[in-house]
Nanobody, 119 residues
Framework: EVQLVESGGGLVQPGGSLRLSCAAS????????MSWVRQAPGKGLEWVSG????????SYADTVKGRFTISRDKAKNTLYLQMSSLKPDDTAVYSC????????????WGQGTQVTVSS
C-alpha cells in the first residue's frame, strides 16, 4: 500500500528555516508527481507546492514563492520541502501528497507534520 511519512516539523521563530521530508513507499516514486499541502487550524486545505515525476519542474503557491523549495530524491524515495523566511502564517500541518498517475489530481495524503512559527 501507499505510505507517505512526513518528518522535520517543529517549532521555529519567524524568519527561521525548516526542511520537511516525506518518505514514500508502496509505489514507484519516480513515476508520480508529488505535492505538499497544508492545513492551519480552522482553515481549509491549501496547496503549497508541486513537483513533476522527474523532478525537473516545480510550482508554488504565491504565498510561499521565493521562500520554499520543493525537491525529490529518486534514490531515497523521498520528497523534501525546504522552508525559509518562515512566517507565523506558515503555521500548519504539512502533508505530502501523491498525485494520480499523469494527473494534477491528488490521490493520497500522508499523516502530516506540524510546523509552528512563533516568537
Amino acid at each position: 500500500e501507499v505510505q507517505l511519512v512526513e518528518s522535520g516539523g517543529g517549532l521555529v521563530q519567524p524568519g527561521g528555516s525548516l526542511r520537511l521530508s516525506c518518505a514514500a513507499s508502496g509505489f514507484t516514486f519516480s513515476d508520480y508527481a508529488m505535492s505538499w499541502v497544508r492545513q492551519a487550524p480552522g482553515k481549509g486545505l491549501e496547496w503549497v507546492s508541486g513537483i513533476n515525476s522527474g523532478g525537473g519542474y516545480a510550482s508554488y503557491a504565491d504565498t510561499v514563492k521565493g521562500r520554499f523549495t520543493i525537491s525529490r530524491d529518486k534514490a531515497k524515495n523521498t520528497l523534501y520541502l525546504q522552508m525559509s523566511s518562515l512566517k507565523p502564517d506558515d503555521t500548519a500541518v504539512y502533508s505530502c501528497v501523491k498525485h494520480f498517475y499523469g494527473s494534477i489530481w491528488l490521490e493520497y495524503w500522508g499523516q502530516g507534520t506540524q510546523v509552528t512559527v512563533s516568537s
